[in-house]
């Protein structure tokens, strides 16, 4: 691949975006085929699009375009939008003169979409004297999330991300939050979190002094024993804590959380083993953990990217190489263009295992595959052959409920399942869970639905 990275005198890399106002530049600069160009045009007038010079130069495979998976990875495809929202987007994008008629088509395509999935913006929203808290999540008892303001953009998008509402520009579909006040305030209230998660967007995109005013009042709060920061960067953007002008001052962030007896864990994202490839990604990775924090990673399972058992056991094996963490790998969730992406559950089980049998001891740390869903994180545990038929195991890992966490339950085996709505629960799964499994958000609207929580358990258990 060509190394087309700017430099600046001291012989660092700058960071540069594209978007969509330069994707003729880009496509002039990789002989982007005329169709493709095109059709990254479209779609990218409802999904977001972003890479950087990192990404272009040194991850995309230009030769094999447009399979490769990195290239499916940050450049919108044809095919991610239904063929006729295609059609009427191309259609109204042709005409000048129809600016309204765009927005409109495209408010409608993402509204489409299911912006929001797992009732986050219903359920998971904390509130305070009935307001809502802009900017928090919490689902779970131990856990916080919490989303900065000036970290809601990444160093490039990933065209799966289930967090794509956050990029559009529409101010109804964001979390953020300006400072770590309310954060603070609900800290105060709930002794019993003691994990902040810091996401985004990317809070690595951030300037370190702006990441450290976010960070370091939570060192002040006894009860946080856990920071924990969701990022790409490593992946999209190495030179954050290599090369970047004040990449030093965040390894000092680091350690100065590392110091006050804090855990420190850097959530990274890596989809393909070729995104560790890099000397610049290895080196980030060192620097990282010469602070005293640890690396675990994790990801989803992307039909296109990364949906090849070998492709995921080599990528568990260069975490593992690199001295990270293989932690999770999750089921692509229903939104965006879930369609174009979904791994179906029976799918993703069987080459979780293929890839997971071929790993050393220290990399089995990895599970999977995970639903992030609306009662918790469900795990695909496989399936079981019974006199009444074929199965699938699942568990609950984590969940709203902390008395359902670690309990195993079962669904009637379904080879186009793809997510948990999709899924027969057996009659005889225990009430608690069958309620938790139908969830509250149906009840509230999510996906649209009408019905109330309680007719479809009623639905689930009896089949
Ligand atoms: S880096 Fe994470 S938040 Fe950003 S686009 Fe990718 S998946 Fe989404």
Known sequence: ?????????????????????????????????????????????????????????ELIDWSDIPGDAMFQLVFPQRGMLAEGDERALAAVSADPGTRAGLRGVVARIRGGLNPHPSGQKELNVPL????????????????????????????????YCFRWAQFVGDAELRFAATGPEDLLDHLAAHPSIS???????????????????????LLAVDTVRTIRIGTKSVAYWPQR??????????????????????????????????????????RALSRIRSTGA??????????????????????????????????????????????????????????FQTAYRTLPGLARTVRGPVMSATPGKVVVDGTEEAFDGRW???????????????????????????????LRLDPATPADIARAIAGPARAVGESGATRTGQSLVADVVAQ
């Open 1 to 57: 691949m060509s190394s087309l990275l700017l430099t600046d005198p001291v012989g660092a890399t700058r960071f540069r975006a594209y978007g969509p106002r330069q994707l003729d530049e880009i496509a002039d600069r990789y002989g982007l085929p005329a169709d493709i160009r095109e059709a990254v045009r479209l779609v990218s007038l409802v999904l977001p699009f972003r890479v950087n010079e990192y990404v272009l130069s």
């Open 128 to 159: 305070r004297e009935g307001e809502k808290l802009p900017g928090l999540q919490h689902k779970y008892r131990e856990t916080v999330l919490y989303f900065p303001s000036q970290g809601q953009t990444c160093h490039a998008y990933c065209t």
């Open 195 to 217: 994990d902040v998660l810091v996401t985004g967007g990317d809070p690595m995109i951030m300037s370190t002094e702006r990441l450290r005013r976010h960070l370091e009042p």
């Open 241 to 282: 804590y290599t090369t970047d002008a004040d990449a030093d001052d965040l390894l000092r962030l680091f350690d100065d959380i590392v110091a006050s007896g804090r855990n420190l864990a850097v959530m990274a994202h890596f989809s393909h083993p070729r995104e560790l490839v890099p000397d610049q990604a290895r």
């Open 294 to 351: 640890v690396v675990y990673c994790q990801a989803p399972l992307i039909a296109r990217v990364n949906d090849d058992a070998a492709v995921l056991a080599d990528l568990w094996r260069a975490e593992l190489d690199a001295g990270a963490v293989p932690y999770y790998m999750f089921v692509e969730r229903d939104t965006g263009p879930h369609d174009y992406f979904k791994v179906p559950l029976a799918r993703a089980a069987e080459l």
């Open 392 to 422: 699938f195991r699942l568990r609950l890992l984590q969940a709203r409920e902390p008395a359902l966490v670690g309990r195993p339950f079962r669904a009637r085996y379904d080879p186009a399942a793809a997510w948990l709505d999709d």
